[in-house]
T-cell receptor
Framework: GAGVSQSPSNKVTEKGKDVELRCDPI?????LYWYRQSLGQGLEFLIY????????KSGLPSDRFSAERTGGSVSTLTIQRTQQEDSAVYLC????????????FGSGTQLSVL | KNQVEQSPQSLIILEGKNCTLQ??????????LRWYKQDTGRGPVSLTI?????NTKSNGRYTATLDADTKQSSLHITASQLSDSASYIC????????????FGKGTKLSVIP
């Protein structure tokens, strides 16, 4: 596609429910990143995928968070048993190879946990 | 711990005026420094990327400078426009070819007529 696409753009859920956030990277980009942006804070790294290599999950804040990338393209970030502190904007980015290159970001998913 | 500090937190300027945003970092090993523009409700968009050997880079009315010795960078915006109203984020990459990035909290710029 023309850019990184994320869906949904907004998600409101109740505490304790599971949510799935989707990211479609730019075609041909092998590197995919997930970040979390809380109000007034810098972007927080969550997870990094590069080609067929094992993902770097070191930024995931708890075992309630998981992500997968199918076929080296679309990625899904899943948050189980959501908590109010999970409320934030979740941003996905992709780059050609993931080596010091420009990142292209999607518009994010605004998650609100009530 | 790697850190990126930006100043000021927010800034209001008149349309047509110039402004300079500051970024100080303590990131090691240093790989590159990036400036991003983030409009409200949108994802960040890359403005410039500089490596250790570069001390200035321009993108239209945006000029970024880097002093790797003092670990400081600045973003200068010339002849500001209303569309420049956004948050400007300084990002530092660490490690050769690394994907590890440390993000500043951003400077919120408002350009008023």
């Amino acid at each position: 596609g023309a850019g990184v696409s994320q869906s949904p753009s907004n998600k409101v859920t109740e505490k304790g429910k599971d949510v799935e956030l989707r990211c479609d990277p730019i075609s041909g980009h092998t590197a995919l990143y997930w970040y979390r942006q809380s109000l007034g804070q810098g972007l927080e790294f969550l997870i990094y995928f590069q080609g067929n290599s094992a993902p770097d999950k070191s930024g995931l804040p708890s075992d309630r968070f998981s992500a997968e990338r199918t076929g080296g393209s679309v990625s899904t970030l899943t948050i189980q048993r959501t908590q109010q502190e999970d409320s934030a904007v979740y941003l996905c980015a992709s780059s050609y190879r993931g080596k010091g290159e420009k990142l292209f970001f999607g518009s994010g998913t605004q998650l609100s946990v009530l | 711990k790697n850190q990126v500090e930006q100043s000021p937190q927010s800034l209001i300027i008149l349309e047509g005026k110039n402004c300079t945003l500051q970024c100080n970092y303590t990131v090691s090993p240093f790989s590159n420094l990036r400036w991003y523009k983030q409009d409200t409700g949108r994802g960040p968009v890359s403005l410039t990327i500089m490596t250790f050997s570069e001390n200035t880079k321009s993108n239209g009315r945006y000029t970024a400078t880097l002093d790797a010795d003092t670990k400081q960078s600045s973003l200068h915006i010339t002849a500001s426009q209303l569309s420049d109203s956004a948050s400007y984020i300084c990002v530092v990459g660490s490690g050769a070819g690394s994907y590890q990035l440390t993000f500043g909290k951003g400077t919120k710029l408002s350009v008023i007529p």
